[in-house]
């Protein structure tokens, strides 16, 4: 299992990952409803062999950061 944490001191609008491929965001219909936190945690379960993870936090300023990783087990 993967742990991802994400912190922003502004609070964090949503975060969005693609895993394998396969697409997850907290804000999955587009609404604009933000998180308001400063910090999340998301856990993602891996598969046998290669996992490409891409995850991109979105702060209520609207800056963005984005994190690409390949984990094999």
Do not use: M, W
């Not at 804000?27 to 290669?50: F, I, W």
């Amino acid at each position: 299992e993967l742990v991802i944490k994400v912190r922003d001191e502004e609070n964090i609008k949503k975060i969005e990952l693609s895993f394998n491929g396969e697409f997850y965001s907290t804000d999955a219909e587009n609404t604009g409803a933000s998180l308001d936190l400063q910090e999340a945690e998301v856990r993602q379960k891996l598969n046998p062999g290669e996992n490409v993870i891409t995850i991109t936090a979105y702060n209520v300023s609207g800056l963005s950061e984005q994190v690409t990783k390949t984990v094999t087990i």
